[in-house]
């Protein structure tokens, strides 16, 4: 980014749109994402035929259903005709990335009114199938050939945590509770079950030190927003929310090739380049959505976005200061733990999730304070990060 | 697209490199991109460093090779760090996609100095599989169900052409020959073979009334461009070209929910567009690359574009107007018939044809006059297309 981007257009998120996210062996992969395009069209008070751009993030469309093209696939049947309907891949930072394209294109004055969108139809395939396709998001060539999947790769960074921080499998489980009670309290969860301490620690283990109840959910669902120039925004609704700051980073896909894998340069980059262009800094979020692909995930990542010291996530987790109530609510939806994750969709629907927050519209999961909020989406072990960061409309 | 980009600012390609198309048994997606991006780095005097964004264009690399999250996978191998990486799919116009997405950003003044590149490995697949692979550009619950290849697509469009304006075999073959002819003079083209009018009549039956002569070829390959504002090319080379107008549409997937299929309607609305950012009419083209997948795409695309009246086509090739030397030189470089059609590459490969061309570096292939240029670059039967118009430095 060079310093023209100082001149680029503040832009504001007017509508949002989900579909609850779960196992729906009756839908398909077009019929959800149109459902969450219908939702958010419906919310910002715009009709297809005004959209200019159309981002849509998907990470695996041929392998799990076998459909490729997917952006003029789902576009045209929301009702978008002639305008660019492009698909992104980024691995689980697919829809973040669409976002980060659909801002870029709003913000620099190209289109005023952009939807970014994201799918991912998984459960009809095995779960073995399941780990095999995401292993996809890692390096083929060198880990996937060693047989690393992903639950793999994420217990090798948990285990180079607790030796290197001195982190416990008691404090990767309090994520887990944590996710799992906030899941709990979200109508459009995959999961809403309320787990202890010591259920999440006997757990069925996946790869050690991760148990089940430690790895995010393989789920069908889709979300989309609309943006348009702040400037605009009132046009369309009073409900809307400001991007404060959008940036995509990238890093090697291979973990073997990373200097220290308890932490993501690419996080702590995309982190620090969205806080500079927001002017501010980790103390002002209000609430964050961050990507617990795994428990640890989360962990790594409230310590490179600078939630707290390096090293200190997992005590940090376990004091409950990211519960709702505490310093720094994270995944107030019940995260990628428990509300699921639609790979392609998390992205766009942390967003939607940090909006309903700010608008005040989260129900028994409201937090006190909401007038900044954080989403952090991230793709295969660190290689791609995108951090959003949202203002509540004043 | 609206008013507001008039003030973006003009933009130039300054460095192409493109890997030979062909079979290659030796060599991953991996090394054939990074090959062809260090070839436009070198020929656009930029280090990898400088780089502020990269766009992958990709069809089906999971799908081919087993690997996914393209974009960093390969940015990374290239040199490229921290910057974003984002892979883009529209089916076989990924990367014509990836260049309307790279130019957006230079032109919006996000970024200075960004990559769009294109790759796909095909020949390590069966030629079944393969044609199933790209079945998944097309509408896989409906014609794809129904049993409907590309080159079945392709057939229904040739035969309702022939039924409504005329169009013979005899036409279709000319298009071949033509573009068999010139790839053979092509060093970097996959089939460099002269035929008769006589042998593409002949040839195979694949889907009646196409031969294998009809249909591109099955390739791999990758191609790259590196592009900057217009006022600083100098300041890299002064073998830039100007990019006059880049346009990108859509239309539905499916081939059966089109009012009249001797048309696209995407291309069309892209070819209008381009014209009109570019200010001038098909009159002023002086040589351009079509997305020639089957030899009735070739003939079609050269109507809706304006470059011959509806239906008239196949008389218009037949004539040899298409030919080098023509009034309208038609895929000097052997097209995707004879260069190859590695399908991700294929957008940008056409560009980097086209600069060859203003460049005045197309040897034996060379056109007289070379002032503007244009490649059309189609995703599936019609749902994509980005066209693309160029000017020669002055």
Redesign the interface.
């Known amino acids: 980014?060079?310093a023209?981007?100082k001149?680029?257009r503040p832009v504001a998120v007017i509508g949002i749109g989900k579909t609850a996210f779960g196992a729906f062996p009756d839908r398909?992969l077009r019929s959800l994402a149109v459902e969450a395009i219908e939702h958010a069209l419906a919310d910002g008070n715009v009709a297809p035929a005004g959209v200019?751009a159309f981002y849509l993030g998907n990470?695996?469309g041929?392998?799990f259903?076998?459909?490729?093209?997917?952006?003029?696939?789902v576009?045209?049947a929301a009702g978008?005709?002639?305008?660019?309907?492009?698909?992104?891949?980024?691995?689980c930072a697919s829809s973040g990335?669409a976002f980060?394209?659909a801002w870029?294109?709003v913000a620099?004055?190209?289109?005023?009114v952009v939807v970014a969108a994201g799918v991912e139809k998984m459960t009809s395939q095995s779960t073995p199938r399941v780990t095999e396709?995401l292993a996809?998001?890692?390096?083929?060539?060198g880990e996937?050939r060693a047989g690393a999947t992903f639950p793999a790769l994420f217990a090798m960074i948990a285990r180079r945590h607790m030796h290197q921080y001195g982190t416990t499998r008691e404090q990767l489980a309090a994520v887990s509770v944590k996710n799992h009670a906030n899941g709990a309290k979200n109508p459009q969860a995959h999961m809403r079950k309320v787990i202890t301490l010591e259920q999440a620690l006997a757990g069925k283990p996946v790869a050690e030190p991760l148990t089940v109840y430690d790895c995010s959910l393989i789920s069908d669902g889709a979300a989309a927003v609309v943006i348009v120039p702040l400037e605009r925004a009132r046009e369309f609704t009073s409900r809307f929310a400001k991007v404060l700051a959008v940036a995509?980073?990238?890093?090697?896909?291979a973990l073997d090739?990373k200097a220290d894998i308890t932490l993501f340069?690419?996080v702590k980059?995309a982190g620090e380049r969205a806080y500079k262009m927001a002017g501010l800094g980790p103390k002002e979020i209000d609430v964050a959505e961050l990507h617990d692909c795994f428990t640890i995930a989360e962990i790594v990542a409230s310590e490179d976005l600078g939630f707290v010291e390096k090293g200190n996530g997992g005590p940090f987790a376990a004091a409950g200061c990211t519960a709702i109530g505490g310093p720094i609510p994270i995944n107030t939806s019940g995260g990628l733990k428990s509300k699921g994750h639609p790979v392609g969709a998390t992205g766009v629907g942390q967003i939607c999730d940090i909006v309903m927050q700010l608008r005040g519209d989260a129900g028994e999961r409201q937090v006190a304070r909401h007038h900044i909020g954080l989403a952090q989406n991230l793709?295969?072990s660190g290689?791609?990060c995108v951090v959003t960061i949202l203002e509540a409309a004043k």
Chains 1, 2 share one sequence.
């Not at 259903?65 to 696939?73: D, K, R, T």
């Not at 620099?108 to 005023?112: H, L, N, Q, V, Y």
Request: with cysteine; proline share 6%; aromatic share 8%.
């Open positions: 980014m060079n023209i981007l001149y680029m398909d200019e990470f695996a041929p392998s259903v076998g459909q490729n093209h997917l952006a003029p696939y576009g045209s978008f005709e002639s305008i660019p309907c492009t698909r992104i891949e980024d691995a990335s980060f394209h870029q294109n620099a004055g190209i289109s005023d396709i996809g998001a890692g390096d083929m060539g996937g995509q980073t990238s890093d090697h896909v090739t340069p690419a980059s793709g295969g290689a791609t």
